[in-house]
């Protein structure tokens, strides 16, 4: 395989390989079991207009299921509470975009597991291409670790900022700021995603980690296995 091809997959898998972690990590959170736990947090704030935790559990799991399952808009603009729509149009609106982040997110995801999945198979080909890929998997695993250390960081330390940010880089102006009354705000105040974004990093610092570990192990064992080669000597 030539060098430069080499070095290509290489930068491919530890580029992508942080991708692939994060949005893991996202899509482990946007499930039944994670509004349980959060919710069930004895210092979760309580929702001020009357929600108990039973019916946020129901509101937010259909809300979670329209987002994971790219569902009509109708799914959540037919709910109701007392009679009346759950979600205003504004809501309804952010939650099409939101629906159109994640998937284009998820997309991208596959997209790039597809691309690491054929890299890796291309250096594991060869015996002598293996210690490129065990370092490209150390370095994605690296690289993974430090970049979430350090928007975790940046989250514990400056909060709001990085909340607003976050909201800038995906959300037009305006479109994502609403009343505390609001039913989004009611199933998902801001402690909510806080401990949505610690938990985020925390997954994919340990995956990060775990994954650098595999790859350093991988460089062992191939530098062991290339020390024990014995050159085979000519039969006269």
């Known amino acids: 395989m030539p060098p430069l091809l080499i070095r290509l997959l290489k930068l491919l898998i530890s580029f992508l390989l942080p991708l692939v972690l994060v949005v893991s990590s996202v899509r ?10 959060e919710y069930g947090k004895t210092d979760f704030p309580p929702d001020p207009f009357g929600f108990d935790q039973a019916q946020r559990l129901t509101y937010a799991s259909a809300n979670f299921e329209y987002v994971r399952g790219s569902q009509p808009i109708d799914a959540l603009a037919n709910q109701q509470s007392n009679g009346l729509p759950l979600y205003n149009a504004r ?8 629906q159109n982040v994640y998937q284009s997110v998820w997309r991208l995801w ?32 690296v690289i993974s670790a430090a970049l979430v250390a350090v928007v975790g960081l940046l989250a514990v330390v ?16 305006g479109t994502w700021t609403f009343n505390y009354s609001d039913t989004l705000i009611r199933l998902f105040p801001e402690n909510f995603w806080f401990d949505a974004a610690m938990t985020i990093s925390g997954l994919t610092l340990i995956g990060g980690l775990l994954t650098a570990l595999i790859g350093w192990l991988l460089r062992e064992g ?3 296995a290339s020390t024990n080669i014995q050159p085979s000597t000519p039969q006269p």
Do not use: N
């Open 91 to 98: 809501e309804l609106s952010h939650m099409r975009d939101v």
């Open 222 to 224: 191939v530098r062991a």
């Open 158 to 173: 400056a909060w709001r900022l990085w909340f607003v940010a976050f909201h800038k880089i995906f959300f037009a102006a």
């Open 28 to 37: 482990l959170l946007v499930t039944d079991q994670y509004l349980s736990s």
């Open 110 to 141: 596959q997209i790039a597991l597809a691309l690491v999945l054929v890299a890796g198979v291309a250096l594991s080909w060869r015996r002598e291409t293996r210690a490129a890929l065990a370092a490209a998997i150390q370095w994605g695993g």
